[in-house]
């Protein structure tokens, strides 16, 4: 017996839909799969990389990010743990507050924070200690020794010192005992900078470091893939410009040396407004004698700016601030 062909046409009927419906092929599978491939591609380099800044570097939605590298099990590595130093675990107290207890970072160069890691390679430790901005999570200056003295410490700060020509108010740290020097801490006075520890067995407390240090052996990779010490440290030392100039930092939602960036020509323009609004302080005949005039002229003139609508002194209203992000 020979079955009779069914055509579409009543096949839509025998279904309740319209014949064109037979026809659909969903568009998502495809528009996942080519998301896949771009998240992979991102992913290859920043191997680190969760869903909400593979969001940000491929300017998407975090949510369809998250729904894609979960159909496709895309994870990023893990950061290992890390190992404690039981010389400090009985180390008597520094006597130095926790200064970012009581303020917050708002600014670059207002507080600096340092800390150091061990790197096992092939067989050996080496240490590399950084300078990093609290504000800007910036790595401003940098050092790998074979030891952990106090050496090691001092030369990354003024590094840091050297490479930025600035300093900062702050200088935030654990209570290791290469921070907790002699030496360290007259380097610090000398600058005049303000000491601050965190409590003792309190790694949140420089919270930023830790960061930083889990995620650069993670996205590092395997250190012993390098033939010689000299090979590794240039590896090191690019990472860290890899981390400033490029990597995309979550809470910034850019790279760091970017955010600086902003950060700096903000104050710029904020400063500019600033001393455009001070009355000027000389006897010149053509000057207006009535500071209320003058001050209205200012303001009148930072209308090519955007920073206020103004109309009179008695009628000027704020616009919408500045922002970093423009």
Known sequence: MVEKEVTKSALAVDLGVSRSSLYYRPKLPEKDELLRIKIELVMRYNPAYGHKRVACALGINKKRALRVMKKFNLKPARRCKTPRKPDDINKADSGYSDITRKISSIAPDLIWTGDFTFISYKGQFIYLAVVQDRWTAEILGARIMTSHHVELVIETF??????????????????????????????????????????????????????????????????????TLEELMEGIYQYIFYYNQDRIHTRLKCAPRTFRRRCEALNFEKNSIATRLTPPINNHPNSPTNPRQQLTTELTALRDLGGLTVNSIDNCSPSPPLTAFG
């Open 158 to 227: 003024k590094d840091a010192l050297l490479k930025y020509k600035t300093k900062p108010e702050y200088f935030h740290s654990d209570q290791g005992s290469e921070y907790d020097s002699a030496d360290f801490k007259s380097l610090l006075t000398t600058h005049k900078i303000i000491i601050s520890n965190s409590p003792k067995a309190s790694p949140w407390r420089n919270g930023s470091q830790e960061s930083f240090f889990g995620r650069f052996k993670v996205e590092f990779g395997d250190f012993d893939r390098f033939d």
